[in-house]
């Protein structure tokens, strides 16, 4: 089995040095990545971090401040988007909406059947943020897996403890100068949003997706990209109704062949909406935990943006007069209450 990090690419390759006018360069000196232990934090290097539960927008708003901050680049912190494949299911952000933003640590590792750890992201994450910076470039950490989020962050690391346990300790003496983003809403709302989102997700080929990743001798195994939600709900539909031929000829189960197969189908489908609710909660406790524990968290609401996406996505057809201005409506109060918010925050952090 190839090393976890086999595909991890070389610091001297293209995706680490893009080629980038001197004009985009920030205006902030940059920092040594070599400064002693005790730093202050005008030593430090500055990093934009942006947190959140799953659904709330947090690849959106990275890509509204690249666009404002042409020298950012974005460092997926998303422990299950760090692998390569099943990018519909793990909900990669497609290449086409990413803009040209540079994304680092999205689907770059092809190993499946290990984990990465929490002192692995620290490691190779380290490196590609002093990398960025140290080309003068500002680094978004993106992602809602905030165990690696304060393994990366934090002054001293013990990979020993959990700090999200009861009786773990969460620091507040940070290796890097933070300005942290919190894109958060209304629980009603947002478990309404996810539960729209695997409808949607099915309907992009989320199902075919993880018909062509079965593999019937690794069923049950939690390890890697089989941790995602959908594998672990749809093995267990797919060892009941397996593929009628095999996977790279890509024929995929017919999921509405009979009543009893269709019920299977929407039991899987409700245990990955269900999975999905708690994996929110428990991101939403975790920063909460971090807020208790100091760090400087500023929340963003996003409740009237994604209650206006919704009553969007209810207006059909979409060519329609009414869904053009649901469309207009959510994209004006995500500006007015999210970005626009955002852009004054980060400018007056990298102005500090």
């Avoid at 799953?54 to 692998?83: C, E, W, Y």
């Avoid at 290990?114 to 943020?129: E, H, K, L, N, P």
């Avoid at 397996?242 to 197969?261: A, F, L, M, T, Y």
Wanted: glycine share 6%; with cysteine; hydrophobic share 40%.
């Amino acid at each position: 089995m190839a090393p976890i990090f086999s595909s991890f690419p070389s610091l001297d390759s293209q995706l680490f040095y893009p080629s980038f006018p001197l004009s985009r360069r920030p205006r902030w000196p940059r920092m040594d990545s070599s400064v002693p232990h005790h730093r202050t934090d005008q030593s430090k290097t500055k990093l934009v971090v942006l947190m959140g539960a799953t659904g709330s927008g947090k690849s959106r708003l990275s890509i509204d401040l690249a666009n404002h901050f042409p020298h950012s680049h974005v460092v997926n912190s998303d422990k299950m988007q760090l692998f390569n494949g099943l990018d519909i299911t793990t909900n990669k952000i497609p290449l086409h909406e990413r803009k040209g933003v540079p994304h680092f640590l999205l689907g770059e590792f092809d190993s499946i059947n290990a984990d990465v750890t929490a002192s692995q992201f620290r490691s190779v994450a380290g490196t590609t943020i002093a990398d960025i910076a140290s080309r003068g470039n500002l680094p978004l950490l993106v992602g809602g897996s905030n165990t690696f989020i304060h393994a990366l962050l934090v002054e001293t690391f013990d990979p020993e403890e959990d700090a999200f346990a009861e009786s773990g300790s969460v620091s507040h003496v940070l290796r890097y100068d933070c300005c942290f983003l919190w894109v958060d809403m209304a629980w009603s709302v947002l478990s309404e949003y996810l539960c729209k989102r695997v409808d949607e997700m099915l309907d992009s080929g989320m199902f075919e997706e993880l018909a062509q990743f079965y593999d019937p001798t690794k069923a049950g195994v939690m390890v890697g990209l089989r941790k995602a939600i959908g594998v672990p709900e749809f093995d267990a539909y797919f060892r009941k109704y397996p593929p009628w031929e095999s996977p790279e000829n890509g024929v995929v189960p017919d999921k509405d062949s009979d009543p009893i197969r269709r019920e299977a189908y929407e039991e899987a489908v409700k245990e990955i909406k269900d999975n999905t609710y708690r994996l929110a909660k428990r991101q939403i406790g975790k920063i909460l935990r971090l807020k208790e524990a100091g760090w400087d968290l500023t929340r963003l609401d996003a409740t009237a943006t994604f209650q206006a996406l919704m009553k969007k996505k209810k207006r059909q057809p979409s060519s329609s007069p009414l869904a053009a201005a649901a469309e207009l409506e959510w994209r004006e109060i995500w500006e007015r209450e999210v970005m626009e918010p955002s852009v004054k925050i980060v400018k007056r952090f990298l102005e500090e």
